[in-house]
């Protein structure tokens, strides 16, 4: 028999600690684009709003739930469960044309990434022989603040979510040649660039060890960024200023295609 979890009476049982997690996730509707704030997950569970926020931040820290825009989604792990990828599966078909398009007029490596919390996860990746020496692969995540794309995204963050994110790691520390005054600096030069996220190739240089100029545009869905696409090559093999016109429109084009 299940425990009730709404009496207010002096004899009710608090739920356990695994029936609260279970009420939570419960609350998505086994929905992948399903995204709630936190008033609407205790308001559905009926669970104190400092109970369910405590839980939620023990859920988003272990990959169940991931928090972006200030609004709980499924995370990996739930997703994976779940034998499907979700919100990943939507976001490659909205953005396979455009990627294919995408490389037939650049020639270059073309990469889609998701946000996930603070990393960006490498969704698909297209290329010719080049694309082989690049150390990027399908599945791989890297905390987002050290590519062109993950930037790209958290540009439209508000700044004090990216503080609440990398604050901790960045605070008193540079990682990977940024620390976190440095990053709101970039995130603003991104912004007043329309969103375009480009690194002509020291950043990357600094990340990997390798020179790959980039550019970058966000995909955005109703509540935010969450995906990236990316084009990259070897240094000087097209002009920067020619790639961004084309990274935009398929950014464009693949938020429509999601919506």
């Known amino acids: 028999m299940t425990r009730p979890v709404s009496a207010e009476g002096p004899e009710s049982t ?4 695994v029936e609260r997690v279970t009420l939570i996730l419960d609350s998505f509707d086994q929905r992948p684009t399903a995204r709630l704030t936190l ?22 820290g272990l990959d169940w739930l991931q928090y972006t825009g200030a609004q709980y989604s499924l995370g ?18 909205a953005a396979a044309e455009q990627l294919h398009q995408l490389h037939l007029r650049t020639g270059l490596v073309v990469h889609l990434a998701a946000l996930e919390g603070g990393d960006e996860v490498y969704l698909d990746k297209i290329g010719g022989p080049f694309a082989s020496t690049l150390p990027s692969r399908v599945g791989t995540r890297h905390r987002a603040y050290l590519t062109t794309g993950g930037r790209a995204m958290l540009a439209w963050l508000p700044p004090e979510e990216v503080d609440a994110i990398f604050g901790a790691q ?10 976190l005054a440095g990053l709101h600096r970039e ?18 240089r600094e990340f990997v060890g390798v020179e790959l100029p980039s550019v970058a545009a966000a995909v955005r869905g109703a509540d935010g960024p969450v995906a990236a696409i990316c084009v990259a090559g070897a240094a000087n ?23």
């Open 187 to 204: 995130l603003a030069h991104i912004r007043r660039a329309h969103g375009i996220s480009i690194d002509r190739g020291a950043q990357t």
């Open 170 to 179: 960045l605070q008193r520390s540079t990682v990977g040649g940024w620390d």
């Open 14 to 17: 608090p739920p356990s600690m």
């Open 39 to 60: 008033d609407q997950i205790a308001a559905r569970t009926r669970l104190p709003r400092s109970t369910a926020h405590r839980i939620l931040g023990q859920l988003v």
């Open 237 to 259: 093999s097209v002009p920067i200023e020619r790639l961004v016109p084309l990274v935009a429109d398929a950014a464009a084009r693949t938020s429509a295609a999601l919506a």
């Open 76 to 93: 990996r792990r739930a997703l994976a469960l779940g034998g499907q990828d979700g919100l990943h599966g939507a976001i490659r078909k």
